[in-house]
């Protein structure tokens, strides 16, 4: 009976998997999830017991006080933002508020799981535009704007996980011109990009009230290092925010939440900074040691690699067991699908931890190359 009562979206439904599997070895040291490489700020145990004083109260319902200070921070209106559990729950809002059955979508493959997640349980039909291998998975933006006829939205994740390719402003600016000519929303997800130095020359936050079709994506996850706290943010014209806030989980940010993220929002930004300058020169160092042990790979334009295992003739999931012998966790990319399984993703850190990756990836190449498995 109960097969019979389930929507058949959810029938066929298989759930995404993510990196940052580490919960029964909490010593395996991490590469495989994108975080700021110091971690979470000092202060942060210290904003988490100031805020468990105000549990007897239900959270603001409106988050006020934390729009203003994300607000404050972008130089946008209060009107202008969202939060949710994660930038996950805006993922899964978005489509649950914009997406009906039949509706046609359109995004790069590979990309972001959680997206095409939320919209195959709405029941939209997915048009993947796979992005090409030979040229580093880039993202030619006028190719993917050809395809938006009939198109209810398109998803585009700067910089892409797990390529880490970014795309330039005016490119995406084109997209989005484009997609309002033909009443396609554009779902763009910059959750990866605060940690990069050229995060506010690429941001199209400043652009949301002026574009009445652009929905826009952050979080503190990648940010403060701390996906344990559920919180996400989002930046939208203002009716395009109403039509979320009206479908949007009551209570979805608890008191916790709330006023941590207002704290690190107003007092913790130099953190984010200077993640973003230590990982520019670490990316290079890391990039040319690399190269050395695994042949050729691409220079990411992001803060996490997304290396061809072609040299080392191993599969992604051989790999990443080859890394964990060595106490090190990389990305598993075959549920990317596509080519994707012939991948490995890894985060860069500070220096002594990548001198640690790099040490343990020696091991694990001469491994292979000996044939120990
Ligand atoms: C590109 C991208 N967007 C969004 C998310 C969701 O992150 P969170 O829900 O922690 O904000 C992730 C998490 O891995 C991600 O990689």
Redesign the pocket.
């Known amino acids: 009976m109960i097969d019979r009562a389930v929507r058949p979206e959810v029938r066929s439904m298989e759930r995404p998997r993510?990196?940052?599997d580490v919960w029964d070895d909490l010593d395996v040291k991490d590469y495989s999830?994108?975080v700021n490489p110091f971690g979470p700020p000092p202060r942060l145990e210290r904003y988490i017991v100031e805020a468990a004083s105000e549990l007897h109260c239900y959270p603001d319902d409106s988050c006020a006080r934390l729009k203003g200070a994300i607000a404050a921070r972008y130089g946008v209106d209060d009107s202008n933002v969202i939060v949710g559990a994660?930038?996950?729950?805006l993922?899964r809002l978005f489509a649950e508020v914009f997406i009906s059955p039949g509706d046609r979508v359109v995004m790069p493959s590979p990309t972001?799981s959680?997206y095409a997640f939320g919209c195959r349980l709405m029941g939209a039909r997915l048009i993947d535009h796979v992005l090409p291998h030979e040229e580093d998975f880039a993202l030619d933006v006028a190719e993917l704007a050809a395809r938006l006829d009939g198109a209810k939205a398109v998803y585009v994740?700067n910089p892409n996980?797990p390529t880490g390719r970014m795309v330039n402003r005016s490119d995406l600016l084109d997209l989005v011109a484009e997609a309002a000519r033909k009443e396609t929303l554009v779902f763009l997800?910059e959750?990866?990009l605060e940690l990069s130095s050229r995060s506010d020359e690429l941001s199209l936050v400043p652009e949301v009230e002026s574009h009445e079709n652009l929905f826009i994506?952050r979080?503190?996850?990648?940010s403060f290092a701390m996906?344990g706290l559920?919180?996400?943010y989002g930046f939208g014209p203002r009716r395009l925010l109403n039509y979320l806030e009206a479908g949007r989980l009551t209570w979805n940010l608890g008191t916790i939440e709330q006023r941590v993220a207002t704290r690190l929002m107003e007092e913790e930004q130099e953190h984010v900074a200077r993640a973003a300058t230590m990982i520019e020169g670490e990316k290079r160092r890391m990039h040319a040691r690399a190269e050395k042990l695994m042949g050729r790979v691409p220079m990411p334009d992001s803060y996490f690699f997304f290396a061809p295992l072609d040299a080392l003739d191993v599969s992604s999931a051989e790999f990443r067991r080859h890394m964990l012998r060595h106490g090190v966790l990389v990305r598993d990319c075959s549920s990317f699908g596509g080519v994707c399984s012939g991948y490995t993703r890894f985060c860069v850190k500070t220096p002594e931890k990548n001198d640690e990756f790099l040490d343990a990836l020696s091991r694990a190449v001469a491994d292979i190359s000996e044939g120990r498995s």
């Open positions: 993510h990196g940052g999830s994108n994660g930038s996950a729950e993922i972001f959680e994740c996980n997800d959750t990866l994506i979080s503190f996850t990648k996906p559920r919180i996400g």
